[in-house]
């Protein structure tokens, strides 16, 4: 597999009214084309910072980041697209117009930037709700919306920052589902940050674990196991009860 995302020795100190805080040290990670790789680590532990710095939005202090050799010195959105938990749509633009916004950015024509994002509204499950304002859309929806529009601009890379994390549990799921269903059609890149076990266990194809602040690599895992996935196999028993065992001690460090 090809390493399309390469980070080396990466670190991020802030600097904040109580002093300088570290949030990331020396962190070295690759990512291949098409995989599926979630950063999971317990709270303030540098995931969205480090999820930044791969989509230009922050300058690394330290060392490398490089995307098919290309080294990252600020946003690029012909090869990276970013969804947020806030889903971040305009008030007053329906459904369809949210998801052109990026085209329009672009400068693609009218009558083309509204073929493609009809297009994606299918797929998306947002065919009938093309003329709807935010307002009218339940949360899934809305965030169905934020990553159309992501998708629209047809990136190699899709960097999603804990993209379900203001949803309930059910819809938490059957999003992960619909995402998984999308990503197995595009095979883009994903970076995907949670704070949930099951969606980590449920859509990657590897986790990468972080320490807790300042955030390193602490353990990879690998999770070749074809979908659906069954949670309740012993296999994903056993891999969540390890993933859980690191993230647990990372937490409890993170609290002292």
Same mark, same amino acid.
């Given at each position: 597999?090809? #390493?399309?995302? &390469? &980070?080396? *020795?990466?670190?991020? =100190?802030? &600097? @904040?009214s109580s002093g300088p805080v570290d949030a990331l040290r020396d962190v070295s990670l690759s990512v291949g084309t098409g995989e599926f790789c979630t950063l999971i680590g317990p709270s303030g532990c540098g995931k969205s910072t480090l999820l930044g710095i791969l989509g230009g939005l922050v300058g690394a202090d330290d060392g490398r980041v490089a995307i098919d050799g290309r080294p990252v010195d600020g946003p690029d959105? %012909? %090869?990276? $697209? @970013? &969804?947020f938990q806030d889903p971040g749509l305009f008030p007053w633009r329906t459904t369809l117009e949210n998801v052109e916004f990026g085209l329009e950015?672009?400068?693609?024509? $009218? $009558? %083309? =930037? =509204?073929r493609v994002a009809t #297009? !994606?509204?299918?797929? !998306? *499950?947002?065919r009938d709700f093309a003329a709807k304002y935010p307002r009218e859309l339940s949360g899934g929806m809305r965030q169905r919306v934020a990553i159309g529009r992501a998708l629209a601009i047809d990136t190699p890379i899709v960097l999603m920052d804990e993209p379900f994390g203001a949803l309930d549990e059910q819809t938490r799921v059957l999003m992960g589902e619909w995402l998984l269903e999308i990503w197995r059609r595009t095979r883009k890149t994903i970076v995907f940050v949670t704070h949930s076990l099951h969606e980590a266990l449920a859509l990657s194809t590897r986790v990468v674990i972080m320490t807790a602040r300042p955030g390193r690599i602490k353990s990879v895992l690998e999770l070749p196991m074809p979908y659906p996935r069954a949670m309740e196999s012993p296999e994903l028993v056993g891999l969540r009860a390890k993933l859980w065992s690191d993230i647990r001690d990372e937490s409890l460090r993170a609290m002292q």
């Open positions: 597999m090809h #390493d399309l995302i &390469v &980070v080396e *020795g990466v670190s991020k =100190r802030y &600097v @904040t959105p %012909r %090869r990276v $697209a @970013t &969804v950015l672009q400068g693609m024509p $009218a $009558a %083309r =930037r =509204r #297009d !994606l509204l299918g797929p !998306l *499950g947002l």
